[in-house]
């Protein structure tokens, strides 16, 4: 594929259809706050549309976008680890059916042993298992070898199983 220099609106509009929603979903799973997932997800398109013509092809659409999706999160969490702002929750007045409250609860529960790994091995796992991407995707989309990032899969699916059995023995 030749680069060009800009895509043409409808080409960038198909883009951002096909994608919008894996990258906002990929954002949140990395640890950008919720207040600032639709932000983050602006600043990937914005980002692409700036390199456009960096885009040669040899990956797929979705792994060049993964690649500044990844760079995008890293920025947010480094601003949201230094800001003292921590985003607004909005009160419900309304109770929440019982359903959704255990999906929430259970969803948290998920969220805080997923934490405790650390962010290398978190973020190759939920972008694997939770995302679909394969390893050989993720490491063009990081530069990551991959045989590191299958060590690091095989280790954080190990390490999630382990918090997990330990979580239920708690319960």
């Not at 080409?11 to 207040?35: D, E």
């Not at 309304?94 to 091995?121: F, I, K």
Request: aromatic share 8%.
């Amino acid at each position: 594929m030749t680069a060009e220099l800009q895509p043409d609106s409808a080409r960038f509009g198909a883009l951002y259809a096909a994608h919008f929603r894996s990258v906002w979903r990929t954002l949140q799973r990395l640890g950008v706050f919720p207040a600032f997932t639709d932000d983050a997800a602006q600043e990937v398109f914005v980002t692409a549309w700036r390199r456009w013509s960096e885009f040669e092809g040899r990956s797929s659409e979705r792994t060049w976008l993964l690649g500044i999706a990844l760079r995008v999160a890293s920025d947010v969490r480094r601003k949201q680890r230094s800001n003292d702002e921590v985003p607004v929750k909005l009160a419900i007045d309304a109770p929440l059916p019982d359903a959704v409250t255990a999906a929430r609860q259970q969803s948290r529960r998920v969220e805080a042993l997923l934490r405790q790994l650390d962010e290398e091995r978190r973020e190759v796992l939920l972008l694997c298992d939770v995302e679909g991407y394969t390893i050989p995707e993720v490491a063009e989309a990081t530069g990551v070898n991959l045989n590191t990032l299958y060590t690091r899969l095989r280790t954080a699916r190990q390490q999630f199983e382990a918090l997990v059995k330990r979580e239920r023995e708690e319960l």
